[in-house]
């Protein structure tokens, strides 16, 4: 509950964080039914009250003083108009700069579905994060939109390790 309310705040303070909150929320929402739990489907949309609590009325009064719920910022940038083909340049480029970062990334995002939930849910957000940024084009400082995943990229590179030596007794052990 505390993690939705966080990510609320999160979308508050950078427009674009609301996609980390709908990523969050569909997963949620599908790994309830796929365990047919009628009952944790039901918490799980008590769950987003106090975030729409928070997030509605910031987004009404946005909505009524500045006549919209995105800065003016947003359309300055064309963030709404695709530019893919700059988006994949700015991408690779990061890519290319943090090679081996990108690679074990890279790993771990293709070997997210044997992971745990929490490894499977970094690799959903890196992946839509990461097609957003490709959709819109990046942006005209290096890294910039790329670095709000980092700490996501982490945590899933952590999870792949730790699936990884979990599974293979002898790796961790010639590791120690």
């Not at 919209?68 to 359309?75: A, L």
């Not at 959903?124 to 670095?147: E, H, K, S, T």
């Not at 995943?149 to 002898?170: K, M, T, V, W």
Request: with cysteine.
């Amino acid at each position: 509950q505390k993690g939705f309310l966080f990510l609320a705040l999160a979308a508050l303070t950078r427009p674009d964080g609301a996609l980390i909150y709908v990523v969050a929320a569909v997963y949620s929402a599908l790994a309830g039914l796929r365990r047919l739990d009628r009952q944790l489907v039901g918490a799980q949309m008590r769950t987003h009250l106090p975030a729409m609590l928070v997030v509605l009325p910031v987004w009404i009064a946005k909505s009524i003083y500045y006549g919209d719920i995105v800065p003016n910022t947003f359309y300055a940038k064309s963030a709404y108009h695709a530019f893919a083909s700059q988006g994949v340049v700015y991408t690779a480029l990061f890519a290319r700069s943090y090679w081996l970062f990108s690679a074990l990334t890279l790993l771990a995002l293709l070997l997210s579905l044997s992971l745990r939930a929490s490894g499977r849910l970094y690799a959903a957000v890196i992946a839509v994060w990461i097609a957003y940024v490709i959709y819109v084009g990046g942006d005209f400082m290096f890294a910039r939109f790329l670095v709000p995943i980092l700490p996501a990229a982490c945590l899933l590179l952590h999870e792949a390790a730790s699936d990884l030596l979990h599974r293979r007794p002898a790796l961790r052990m010639a590791l120690c």
